[in-house]
């Protein structure tokens, strides 16, 4: 049994690691807010070690608990009612407090949660581009830490995901949830633009296998690449979501300008994920398919 402590645990990517970790018989710590909502992970909760961010400064929290690993998930965006305070609070100062204490407590091996936004950080798109440049040095503090000798920094450059009951606040959740309710119609851009979709229990049996596999990773900082390792047109994706959920929305493609500098195309490097044994089980045709009738089984349960 290991031992791993999770930021961002009642996220949607922490609370689905924590979930599968826990049922595979591993010791879990969570990182929490005092006023953080622990519904995703409330089947749980009894075999969960949570501490708050106020407990997380007091370094006796770590020289009492030796992690196997850290998995860095929580993020900021600046949208919605988020500051740019706010976004470099998290993606930056408590980052990298998290990580001073790791490597002051000698865990051996940081996972860091990064963004596809990330590969050109010339972007500036509206809402992304304090989330980018926080990110993005981030990053550079982990090679920093990471070339010093005292930890292991492995930065999980995450593509598109998606899958059942994300937040509506992302590009995915909000598609499934407006094409299932059947809005009358949805605006959207050309949709032109490609993206590696990556559904989610991919996403933690990719995470599970880093994991368990630790020791087959030798470099001290690596980029690891996490999707399908392909791309298809954003058009594409919404008219499969569209039509496996059989909705009555119509689309309109072309209704919102697309942004000058929006990403045109990316899709992942397996190149670390291969040498690991993993590849991605579901299609993407499956994992909509699984989305909707969870979506389904929510309204009706």
């Known amino acids: 049994m290991a031992k791993f402590l999770i930021s961002g645990i009642t996220g949607y990517i922490g609370s689905k690691l924590a979930h599968y970790l826990v049922e595979t018989g591993h010791e879990v710590h969570g990182i929490v807010r005092d006023e953080s909502n622990l519904e995703r992970v409330n089947h749980i909760l009894s ?8 407990e997380l400064v007091r370094v006796s929290n770590f020289s009492h608990n030796q992690y196997d690993a850290i998995i860095h998930t929580a ?13 470099i609070q998290t993606n930056l100062f408590f980052s ?41 040095h981030f990053r550079d503090w982990g090679i920093r830490f990471s070339s010093s000798g005292s930890i292991k920094f492995w930065n999980i450059i995450l593509e598109h995901p998606y899958g059942p009951l994300e937040s509506q606040d992302k590009f995915t959740g909000w598609l499934f949830k407006n094409c299932l309710d059947n809005v009358k119609v949805l605006d959207l851009t050309l949709g ?13 049996n990719a995470l599970a296998t880093i994991l368990l596999k630790m020791n087959k990773i030798s470099e001290r900082f690596c980029d690891i690449g996490l999707g399908n390792g392909f791309s298809i047109s954003l058009e594409r994706f919404v008219h499969m979501v569209h039509s496996i959920s059989d909705s009555k929305t119509i689309l309109r493609f072309g209704a919102i300008k697309t942004a000058e500098d929006e990403i045109q195309d990316s899709f992942a490097d397996l190149t670390v994920l291969n040498k690991l044994g993993w590849k991605p089980e579901f299609s993407i045709e499956s994992g909509i398919s699984d989305s909707v009738g969870a979506y389904r089984n929510s309204i009706f349960s």
Do not use: P, W
């Open 192 to 204: 032109h633009q490609k993206r590696d979709f990556i559904y989610i229990e991919d996403i933690i």
């Open 47 to 54: 075999s969960l070690f949570l501490i708050t961010i106020d």
């Open 96 to 136: 990298i407090e998290l990580l001073r204490y790791a490597a002051d407590s000698k865990i051996g091996v940081f996972i860091n949660m990064d963004s596809y936004f990330c590969k050109n950080n010339k972007n500036n798109f509206s809402y992304k581009s304090s989330y980018v440049i926080s990110k993005s």
């Open 75 to 87: 993020t900021c965006y600046e949208k919605g009612n988020k500051t740019i305070d706010e976004v």
